[in-house]
């Protein structure tokens, strides 16, 4: 190694020779932080060249001073060497906290950036929303899909699919709708409808149908007159409905009557009940037990 004053590779990111090993990594962030939009903050004064030799002397200072053994053979070889004079005033290396809360989220946009070209990720893989892509299928996933789409196949009616907070339900249900031939048209509600009527109304839209009357009898009319519709086309409808421990007792009571809709042979409307167990226990109650019969498969 070739003899460099004992400030350089400090000075490069802006911190001094006894920076804790946290230190040098805030600082050497920070600098990621800068090089990702360098025109939104004042260049920093610490470092030379352009912008290309800038990341270059960073990155060298960080590999040196973040492995404890080449910072101390570094720190060994410069012994003797005059130390050169402490400016005034060292610029700090930017910091997404000097720039207020707004200028933070920015800075955590742009670190999320230099995250996925560190790893050679196109987009986060880590999101709040489910995202069926990243949606992994253990063994007992694959066997509970397979026998989902293979109950809708033989036209089971009313099947119930329970787990527990975090188990990735809406992510397999989502998983579910894609998995689905073309031979099937569906409606998908995810969140507890307040009455009967809501109820209808929310299934209609989903189908497509028209969903504004406040009368129960033509709401169900319209969604009969869709179902046969499909049925002569040779097509299957299912209701997948998520969250269903949400559901009040009336409104389970409800679908186990639109499960009623049906031929001399076959059901006109099969439907998919995803929940927590608390809907087992609401099942279990003694005024549900003509739903609970009609349930042909769970898992």
Same mark, same amino acid.
């Given at each position: 190694?070739? $003899?460099?004053?004992? $400030?350089?590779? /400090?000075? #490069?990111?802006?911190?001094?020779?006894?920076?804790?090993?946290?230190?040098?990594?805030?600082? /050497? %962030?920070?600098?990621?932080?800068?090089?990702?939009?360098?025109?939104?903050?004042?260049?920093?004064?610490?470092?030379? +060249?352009? %912008?290309?030799?800038?990341?270059?002397?960073?990155?060298?200072?960080?590999?040196?001073?973040?492995? &404890?053994? %080449?910072?101390?053979?570094?720190?060994?070889? @410069?012994?003797?060497?005059?130390? #050169?004079?402490?400016?005034?005033? $060292?610029?700090?290396?930017?910091?997404?906290?000097?720039?207020?809360?707004?200028?933070?989220?920015?800075?955590?946009?742009?670190? #999320?950036?230099?995250?996925?070209?560190?790893? +050679?990720?196109?987009?986060?893989?880590?999101? %709040?929303?489910?995202?069926? !892509?990243?949606?992994?299928?253990?063994?007992?996933?694959?066997?509970?899909?397979?026998?989902?789409?293979?109950?809708?196949?033989?036209?089971?009616?009313?099947?119930?699919?329970? =787990?527990?907070?975090?188990?990735?339900?809406?992510?397999?249900?989502?998983?579910?709708?894609?998995?689905?031939?073309?031979?099937?048209?569906?409606?998908?509600?995810?969140?507890?409808?307040? +009455?009967?009527?809501?109820?209808?109304?929310?299934? !209609?839209? &989903?189908?497509?149908?028209?969903?504004?009357?406040? !009368?129960? !009898?033509?709401?169900?009319?319209?969604?009969?007159?869709?179902?046969?519709?499909?049925?002569?086309?040779?097509? =299957?409808?299912?209701?997948?409905?998520?969250?269903?421990?949400?559901?009040?007792?009336?409104? @389970?009571? &409800?679908?186990?009557?639109?499960?009623?809709?049906?031929? *001399?042979? *076959?059901?006109?409307?099969?439907?998919?009940?995803?929940?927590?167990?608390?809907?087992?226990?609401?099942? +279990?109650?003694?005024?549900?037990?003509? @739903?609970?019969?009609?349930?042909?498969?769970?898992?």
């Amino acid at each position: 190694m070739s $003899t460099i004053k004992q $400030t350089d590779h /400090y000075k #490069a990111l802006g911190i001094s020779p006894t920076a804790s090993p946290r230190e040098v990594k805030e600082s /050497y %962030l920070g600098w990621i932080r800068y090089f990702d939009h360098p025109e939104e903050r004042p260049k920093p004064g610490t470092l030379q +060249g352009s %912008l290309i030799e800038q990341i270059e002397q960073v990155q060298r200072a960080y590999d040196l001073l973040a492995d &404890e053994g %080449l910072r101390a053979q570094y720190n060994a070889q @410069l012994k003797g060497v005059p130390e #050169a004079p402490e400016p005034e005033s $060292t610029p700090a290396p930017p910091s997404p906290r000097a720039y207020g809360d707004v200028e933070g989220m920015i800075a955590k946009r742009k670190q #999320a950036r230099c995250y996925l070209k560190f790893f +050679g990720l196109k987009e986060k893989p880590f999101e %709040l929303i489910p995202d069926p !892509n990243y949606f992994y299928l253990s063994s007992r996933h694959k066997e509970v899909l397979a026998q989902l789409i293979l109950a809708l196949q033989e036209n089971r009616g009313i099947v119930k699919i329970i =787990g527990g907070v975090g188990t990735g339900k809406t992510t397999f249900c989502r998983n579910f709708l894609k998995e689905l031939n073309s031979g099937i048209d569906f409606a998908y509600l995810f969140h507890p409808c307040t +009455g009967v009527v809501e109820l209808m109304q929310c299934i !209609n839209a &989903e189908f497509g149908l028209p969903s504004q009357s406040q !009368n129960k !009898n033509e709401l169900l009319h319209d969604l009969s007159q869709f179902l046969i519709e499909k049925k002569n086309e040779g097509r =299957g409808v299912a209701l997948v409905v998520d969250e269903a421990q949400e559901l009040a007792p009336e409104m @389970l009571e &409800e679908l186990r009557i639109l499960s009623n809709l049906e031929t *001399d042979t *076959d059901k006109l409307l099969q439907i998919v009940l995803i929940g927590q167990p608390e809907l087992d226990k609401t099942l +279990g109650r003694a005024p549900m037990r003509q @739903l609970l019969q009609r349930i042909s498969a769970q898992w």
